[in-house]
């Protein structure tokens, strides 16, 4: 038997993170990007602010106005291999990127 997943099922799942972050902060029209990472894994953080801001161009262009004040990209340790996207939060395994 298989099982639908609801809005309701959803609305009790979301990510925490702790560790002591360092913070890459930019800005797309008034949306906050900011992406929160362990020091030393600077390597790509050009490159997922530049992602950022085109998937915010390009969403908002087909699909309406972002609806959230920020945007957060955050990394955490390679426990898992996954990369997930909640509404504002973006929290990603360091074995993924």
Not at 39 to 61: Q, V, W
Request: proline share 5%; hydrophobic share 35%; net charge positive.
């Amino acid at each position: 038997m298989t099982s639908a997943l609801t809005i309701t099922d959803l609305s009790k799942t979301y990510p925490m993170a702790f560790a002591r972050y360092a913070v890459r902060k930019d800005r797309w029209n008034d949306v906050a990007i900011q992406i929160y990472y362990q020091p030393g894994h600077e390597y790509n953080l050009d490159r997922m602010i530049a992602a950022t801001k085109a998937g915010l161009d390009y969403s908002t262009t087909a699909f309406g106005a972002y609806q959230h004040k920020q945007c957060r990209i955050i990394e955490f340790p390679r426990y898992q291999q996954l990369a997930q996207s909640f509404p504002n939060t973006i929290p990603y395994s360091e074995s993924t990127a």
